[in-house]
C-alpha cells in the first residue's frame, strides 16, 4: 500500500489530509485502517510519533460521515480516551484537521479548566468526545453525558492510563457503554498488565505491531553522560552554549526540580519555561505554543507531558533525571525524531541513577553509548563496579498520618495507587509530607487545585501531600489553603 487512496476513505478526508501533508500512510495506519474501517476491535502497538492518531481517527470519521448520523444532545457516537491533557488536546486538534470537511463535531474535555462549557458542548450535541477518564466520570455522574450510543470505543496509550491509576475509572465508562460496540486500543508497550486488560475489553481483535516493544526510535541518537548530582545544572548550562540546541525538552522526575531547572535556565541566559501537574491549563497551553512557536529554546517537563507533547522539529530530549520506570524513558525520549526526522537523547546518570539505567538498558536491549568529552564527566560513576542500589521512593511516607489514605505519597513510585499498605513513616497523626505527593515516574495529579467534595474521597487512592495538619477523622491529606497538591486524585478535580 503506498498511498491513502489505497484505503478507500471518503473524499473530504483525503482532500483534509492531503492538505496537511499526509501523502504514503505510516505502517500502524497502513497496518490498522483498513480492520477498522470493517468494524473489528483492534490492538495496536506501536511506538509515539508513528501516526497511531491519524490511525484510529481516520476510519473513525470516514464511518460517522458516511452514517450521517446527527448530534444527539449528551449522547455521543464515540469516545476517545486519553491520559493527559496534553494528549487529549492534541487528539482533538488533529481530529479537527481531518474533519475539516465533513459535519461533524468533536468536544475535549479534560480536568483543570471550567467543566461549564465542556457541560454546555455536550448539551448541543456532539459526535466524537476525547477525554481523561477522570473527567469523564465527573460529567457522567452529574447527570451531563450519556454513553448509551456510543459505537466505538477508543483508549490511546493504553500503558500510560493503567501506570497512572485510570483502571478503574476506565472499566467504569466501559461498563456504561453498549456491549455491542467496536473497541480499539492503542500502546508504545504491552507488559503483562496492559495485555490483561486489553484481553477483557477486545473480542477477538486485529493485533498490529510495527515494531518490537520497548525498543526506542531508531533514528533518535542515544548519549550517556555520567555526571555527578551537584554538576548536573552546570552540565546543562554547558550543553546549551552549544546552537545546535535549538528546540529542547528536559525531564525530571519531581515539578519541584522542573521548577528549579526552569528557573536556573532563564538566569544563563536560555528561554525556558516548565510544563507540570501543578501549572494551570492556561499556562500550560501558553507553554506549549511558545515552545512550538519557536520563542521559547527549552521546555522543562515532567512526564505528566512525556505522551502529550506533538511538536515538529524538536533537537534534542534531555533527561535531566532518568525516570524511575523505565518505560517512561522510551516515551520522553520517543517526543525526537517523530514523522522521520532525526534527533538526539541525552541522559545523565549520576551514582543515586545507575540502577535506573541498568533498568532502562536492559528494557530496550542495548547499552546506551557513553559520552565523556564534556568538563563534568565523573569518572568514578562511570566506573563503578559495585552493584547498583535502588533508591527508595516515597521518603517518609507522603501523606501522613491519619491525614493521608493508605498507601501514602499520591501514588507509588510505578505510577498506581496502593490499596491496603501504609507505606514507612506514614504513622498516626502528625504533619503529611509533601515528598510523596509527585511520584518519580511523573503520574501525578494535573487537574489543578481545588478544595475536594464532602465524601467524596476514594478509598483506593494514595493521601495528598497538602501542607497542613490533617483533618481528624480520617479525611485523606491536610490542607493548605484548600489546594489538593499531591497524587491523589478526586473527582471534582478533573484528574488529568
Known amino acids: 500500500m503506498t498511498d491513502f487512496i489505497d484505503l478507500k476513505l471518503s473524499k473530504p478526508i483525503l482532500r483534509a489530509i492531503t492538505e496537511e501533508g499526509y501523502k504514503t500512510p ?65 487528539i482533538g486538534e488533529n481530529i479537527q484537521d481531518y474533519a475539516r470537511y465533513v459535519p461533524l463535531r468533536t468536544k475535549v474535555v479534560f480536568g483543570g479548566t471550567s467543566i461549564r462549557p465542556q457541560i454546555q458542548a455536550l448539551f448541543r450535541g456532539i459526535h466524537i468526545l476525547v477525554a481523561t477518564p477522570g473527567r469523564l466520570l465527573d460529567i457522567m455522574n452529574q447527570g451531563h453525558c450519556d454513553l448509551s450510543k456510543v459505537e466505538t470505543f477508543i483508549l490511546d496509550e493504553a500503558d500510560r492510563m493503567l501506570d497512572m491509576g485510570f483502571i478503574h475509572d476506565i472499566r467504569k465508562i466501559s461498563a456504561a457503554i453498549p456491549k455491542k460496540r467496536q473497541t480499539v486500543l492503542f500502546s508504545a508497550t504491552m507488559p503483562a498488565s496492559v495485555k490483561g486488560f486489553a484481553d477483557g475489553l477486545l473480542r477477538d481483535p486485529v493485533t498490529v505491531e510495527v515494531a518490537p516493544q520497548a525498543t526506542t526510535a531508531e533514528k533518535v541518537e542515544q548519549q550517556l553522560m555520567y555526571v555527578d548530582q551537584g554538576d548536573k545544572r552546570a552540565l546543562l548550562d554547558h550543553l546549551f552554549k552549544d546552537p545546535a540546541m535549538e528546540k529542547v525538552i528536559i525531564f525530571t522526575r519531581t515539578k519541584h526540580r522542573a521548577d528549579r531547572v526552569t528557573r536556573n535556565l532563564i538566569q544563563a541566559g536560555v528561554t525556558a519555561a516548565a510544563i507540570h501537574g501543578n501549572k494551570a491549563q492556561n499556562a500550560r497551553q501558553r507553554a506549549l505554543k511558545a515552545f512550538a512557536n519557536g520563542e521559547t529554546r527549552a521546555l522543562v517537563a515532567t512526564d505528566v507531558a512525556a505522551r502529550g507533547i506533538d511538536v515538529d522539529g524538536i533537537t534534542h530530549v534531555i533527561n535531566f533525571e532518568l525516570p524511575n520506570e523505565a518505560d517512561s524513558y522510551i516515551h520522553r525520549i520517543g517526543r525526537t525524531a517523530r514523522a522521520n526526522a532525526t534527533g538526539i537523547a541525552i541522559a545523565f546518570c549520576c551514582e543515586e541513577e545507575r540502577a535506573y539505567l541498568k533498568d532502562i538498558e536492559k528494557i530496550i536491549r542495548q547499552s546506551i553509548p557513553m559520552v565523556d568529552d564534556h568538563p563534568y564527566h565523573a569518572a568514578d560513576v562511570a566506573n563503578a563496579t559495585s552493584k547498583p542500589v535502588r ?106
Do not use: C, Y
Request: aromatic letters at 2%; hydrophobic letters at 25%; proline letters at 6%.
Open 26 to 90: 505510516s505502517p500502524i495506519q497502513a497496518g490498522t485502517i483498513p480492520s477498522l474501517l470493517e468494524g473489528e476491535d483492534v490492538l495496536g502497538i506501536a511506538q509515539t510519533g508513528t501516526g497511531k492518531t491519524a490511525a484510529f481517527a481516520l476510519p473513525l470519521l470516514h464511518k460517522l460521515a458516511e452514517a450521517q448520523h446527527k448530534a444527539i444532545s449528551k449522547q455521543p457516537l464515540a469516545v476517545i480516551l486519553a491520559p493527559t491533557r496534553e494528549l487529549a488536546n492534541q
Open 391 to 496: 533508591p527508595v521512593q516515597g521518603g517518609r511516607g507522603g501523606g501522613g498520618g491519619r491525614g493521608g489514605a493508605k498507601g501514602g505519597g499520591g501514588r507509588n513510585s510505578g505510577g498506581k495507587r496502593h490499596t491496603n499498605q501504609r507505606p514507612k513513616g506514614s504513622g498516626q497523626g502528625g504533619k503529611p509530607h509533601a515528598g510523596g505527593g509527585n511520584n518519580a515516574s511523573g503520574a501525578e495529579n494535573a487537574g489543578g487545585a481545588g478544595k475536594p467534595k464532602k465524601n467524596k474521597w476514594r478509598k483506593k487512592s494514595a493521601g495528598n501531600a497538602g501542607g497542613g495538619k490533617p483533618r481528624s477523622g480520617g479525611r485523606p491529606g491536610g490542607r493548605s489553603g484548600g489546594a489538593v497538591q499531591g497524587g491523589n486524585r478526586n473527582r471534582n478535580s478533573g484528574n488529568s
